[in-house]
């Protein structure tokens, strides 16, 4: 069965930075479209940010433009969320997703796009 292992988030203060990590398990197809979503209580799902781990090509929310940035790690079906100048308001849950594409696009940002989800490491950040 598939499996998003996640690792990083954690506790920062405002202006800080955090590392989160994912990889993709037991998948049949050596890369997908990957990335994080997140979600603050009391508020919708929201995808912000995605890559093919075969192809590059980012896709991220207006939210995090210009502070966050995703990558692919050099073994197969792994990215990485380097998130700088944190802000309290990016205090939530956030979660890996996959989905076994030849590409990403914009439909990636969108929760029914992505097939599968990790279980979610908590981010909170301090003013």
């Known amino acids: 069965e598939v499996d998003l292992v996640e690792s990083g988030g954690g506790s920062a203060q405002a202006g800080g930075s955090l590392r989160l990590s994912c990889v993709l398990r037991?998948?049949?197809?050596?890369?997908?479209?990957m990335g994080w979503f997140r979600q603050a209580p009391g508020q919708e799902r929201e995808g912000v940010a995605t890559v093919h781990t075969g192809r590059g090509g980012a896709y991220y929310a207006d939210s995090v433009k210009g502070r966050f940035t995703i990558s692919q790690g050099s073994a197969p079906n792994t990215v990485y969320l380097q998130m700088n100048n944190l802000r309290p308001e990016d205090t939530a849950m956030y979660f890996c997703?996959?989905?076994?594409?030849?590409?990403?696009?914009?439909?990636?940002?969108?929760?029914?796009?992505?097939?599968?989800w990790g279980k979610g490491t908590q981010v909170t950040i301090s003013s």
């Open positions: 037991r998948a049949t197809y050596s890369t997908h479209c």
């Open positions: 997703v996959a989905a076994p594409t030849i590409g990403c696009g914009p439909w990636s940002l969108r929760s029914d796009g992505m097939d599968y």
